[in-house]
């Protein structure tokens, strides 16, 4: 059986027919539409492949160029073009009415579908011909199915904290089915955590890269969602977070716990420390002597060494055509340069001495130009005029952001990318002069963007995406033994170390706070925002570390790429030259305002699900 047969089957009678109607509401012809399913084994796993797009999950969806971009809701980015869901997330104009990246139907009615596989599948008659063949596999299917559905409450712990736990398929006529209250935050933990436990002891260590298993739930995925799960718990979001001590059901039912517990911090570095002692995964390492390409590599090909659970995707030149510069001259790369990178993503990259750029001895420069060599996605190529800012960086850096006169290797041609402004530029600049569409701050995202692909030719990109990769681990059992400690020692550091190594950067400590618990804190920190820089990570990290109202609130800032006439004619230049554009364009200046409130560390519950439910009680402040 080929998996990707049934990963995206739709399920034709949509077990489960909730897919057009809240979790709870469940139509009579739902029992017709379980009896045809479960009474053929083919149905069956189609059944259970279904539930393998719970995966794809609208986080996803930039991959394919569209969805609300999470990147795009924190200090990583912001998407320029018209009229995007982003722009009222990122103003505070949303609540429990029009919350752009509400799941909570969603991901209930993926909980449902699961909790109908798990009922039926054992009396799903099997061909006589097949049982040699369907026994063994019934059990792995039925863990795979857990798994999903764990990962489901996961996505909703996430979100909104405290959730209910519906681990039956209730019908119309139960009458509790308007009557659910919220499970608290220690119940929905202890459940999705034992879940996996109990998989992991029935599911394979691993599928040949390649096979057609490849993609299904494994042990190591099982463990990695426990470790994740325990590292959301023990962090300041939802231990102890007194915010939320009003939170309660109502019989008096404390929905987050109001007593802090560092023993949380130990259970999910033990938790990641048993992913790791698997030995099965490995960090990515295809080009070692090149330490930008090293990394580069991971977003798009498809890798097998150090992804743990990913979402396969079809070959395809979506995120290219979106996200790629948006020069449309002979040389350019034709692309659409949907998002700006922010100058405060660009700032957290240290030099490749390890030391942040606001050490004294970092050796950050401000000012004056360099020549050299850069990859180009295919071989070093000849650079000048590059700004002092972006020497000696991290090599993430290079391979994760396009910025001025930085090289893009695009079909054979190696242009100088141009995002300063270029009035008069016949297309040669990949930062239009158009306000509202195009880039604004003088970067886009280079990470994820496959060399190979040719926008104006032909060409795909074959990667899938790693929404859970080995590199995670590390820095959950880094950060969680060094929250649990008094003071860093080496267990943290040596984690650390094995994700910065792979791009040649310089183990840990270094600077005199790398010793203490804070600095390493900080450390660990920006460790975990350089190395998962767009892929929806920062949005959650900054929400349980509870940093989000400095990180995600007010002044988000750029280069000079939208300069005043006055400021082009001060050169002395011709205002529409390219010249003029660059003399005005390496000064930081404003541009985005973002409003973040105490209320949006957790999402609002849907006020549909209220109306529907009045015992479900509503997060802070909605």
């Known amino acids: 059986m080929k998996r990707n047969k049934y990963i995206y089957f739709i399920f034709a009678a949509c077990i489960l027919a909730a897919s057009c109607k809240k979790y709870l509401n469940v139509v009579p012809t739902e029992l017709v ?52 869901p982003e722009l009222a997330f990122n103003s505070g104009a949303w609540n429990a009415t029009n919350n752009a990246l509400d799941i909570w139907t969603g991901a209930y009615q993926y909980i449902r579908s699961a909790n109908i596989f798990l009922a039926n599948i054992d009396q799903t008659p099997l061909p006589a011909s097949r049982l040699d063949y369907y ?32 681990n039956t398929a209730l019908t119309t006529t139960d009458p509790s089915a308007t009557k659910i209250t919220r499970n608290s935050v220690d119940d929905v933990v202890k459940y999705i955590t034992s879940e996996c436990d109990e998989i992991a002891t029935i599911l394979p260590l691993s599928y040949a890269s390649g096979s057609s298993d490849y993609g299904r739930i494994t042990k190591g995925a099982a463990l990695a969602l426990k470790a994740r799960t325990l590292l959301y718990a023990a962090s300041p ?148 005029n590059i700004s002092n800012t972006y020497k000696n960086r991290d090599p993430r850096f290079y391979a994760t952001i396009f910025f001025q006169y930085g090289v893009w290797n695009y079909a054979n041609n190696s242009r100088p990318l141009k995002f300063a402004w270029f009035g008069n530029n016949g297309g040669a600049c990949d930062g239009w002069p158009k306000p509202g569409t195009n880039c604004e701050t003088g970067y886009n995202w280079r990470k994820w963007a496959d060399p190979t692909v040719n926008l104006k030719g032909g060409g795909n990109a074959n990667r899938n995406f790693p929404l859970i990769r080995l590199a995670e681990i590390y820095l959950i059992y880094a950060e969680a033994m060094n929250e649990y400690l008094s003071a860093p020692t080496s267990d943290v550091y040596n984690a650390v170390n094995a994700v910065r190594n792979r791009v040649s950067m310089p ?102 699900e209220i109306n529907i439910d009045p015992d479900l009680i509503q997060n802070y402040g909605w």
Not at 154 to 162: C, I, N, Q, V
């Open 507 to 608: 183990g840990l400590p270094i600077i005199a706070a790398d010793n203490t618990k804070e600095g390493m804190r900080k450390r660990i920190q920006n460790e975990k925002r350089v190395e998962f820089a767009f892929e929806n990570q920062r949005f959650w990290d900054v929400r349980r570390w509870m940093i989000a109202k400095t990180t995600d609130n007010g002044d988000m800032h750029g280069l000079n790429a939208r300069p005043t006439p006055a400021e082009l004619s001060s050169t002395g230049l011709d205002p529409n030259s390219e010249e003029a554009g660059v003399a005005v364009f390496y000064k930081v200046v404003v541009d985005q305002q973002r409003v973040f409130l105490d209320r949006h560390y957790l999402m609002p519950i849907p006020q549909t």
């Open 135 to 166: 026994q063994p596999r019934i059990p792995l299917y039925k863990a795979e199915a857990r798994f999903l559905r764990a990962n489901q409450y996961f996505e909703l712990f996430r979100r909104y904290g405290a959730v209910p736990l519906i």
């Open 237 to 384: 979001l939802f231990n102890g977070n007194t915010m939320y001590a009003s939170i309660k059901n109502a019989d008096g039912t404390q929905l987050f716990s109001q007593t802090y517990d560092n023993n949380k911090w130990l259970l999910a570095a033990n938790a990641a420390k048993a992913v790791l002692d698997l030995n099965t995964y490995s960090l990515s390492n295809p080009n070692h002597s090149n330490p930008v390409d090293n990394y580069a590599q991971l977003f798009f090909t498809r890798n097998y060494d150090e992804t743990i659970l990913p979402l396969i995707i079809g070959g395809n030149r979506d995120f290219e055509g979106t996200f790629m510069p948006n020069g449309r001259d002979s040389k350019a790369v034709n692309g659409n340069g949907k998002m700006s990178v922010f100058q405060d993503l660009v700032d957290a990259y240290e030099m490749n001495n390890g030391r942040p750029i606001t050490d004294q001895q970092s050796g950050y420069q401000t000012t004056g130009f360099w020549n050299g060599t850069l990859w180009d996605g295919v071989a070093n190529t000849s650079v000048s």
């Open 33 to 84: 539409t379980q009896q045809a399913v479960f009474s053929n084994i083919q149905n069956a796993e189609s059944a259970w492949a279904h539930l393998y797009a719970s995966l794809n999950s609208g986080d996803v969806q930039f991959i394919h160029g569209g969805g609300t971009v999470l990147g795009a809701c924190t200090d990583e980015c912001k998407n320029h073009w018209e009229n995007v």
